[in-house]
């Protein structure tokens, strides 16, 4: 029997949709188009073992980008994307 390893949450999934809108359908992390919305993660711009929070710090991006970021430290491309989502969005957190 094939199992997703993805968690389906109502609110996550709600948020996966709007940060994939603020962004135009694109990756935060390479710019790149996501096309697949299954493939969509959401990546902590600061990562939660740098001390991010997860306040007004997500962004969508494939998977695979999101897997190659791991716990690095955010680019400054990266934190322009960030801010223009923030700015689209200004409470993500109600969403989730
Ligand atoms: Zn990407």
């Given at each position: ?27 935060g992390l390479c710019g790149a188009r996501l096309r697949?919305?299954?493939?969509v993660t959401l990546d902590h711009v600061v990562p ?49």
């Open positions: 029997m094939i199992r997703s390893h993805v968690h389906v949450n109502p609110g996550r999934e709600r948020l996966r949709g709007a940060l994939y809108r603020a962004q135009g359908g694109r990756c697949n919305m299954l493939a939660r073992a740098l001390g991010g929070s997860f306040h007004g710090n997500l962004l969508a991006a494939h998977l695979q980008c999101n897997v190659k970021k791991a716990d690095r430290a955010p680019t400054g491309c990266e934190l322009i994307w960030l801010a223009a989502v923030n700015a689209i969005i200004p409470n993500p957190e109600r969403l989730a």
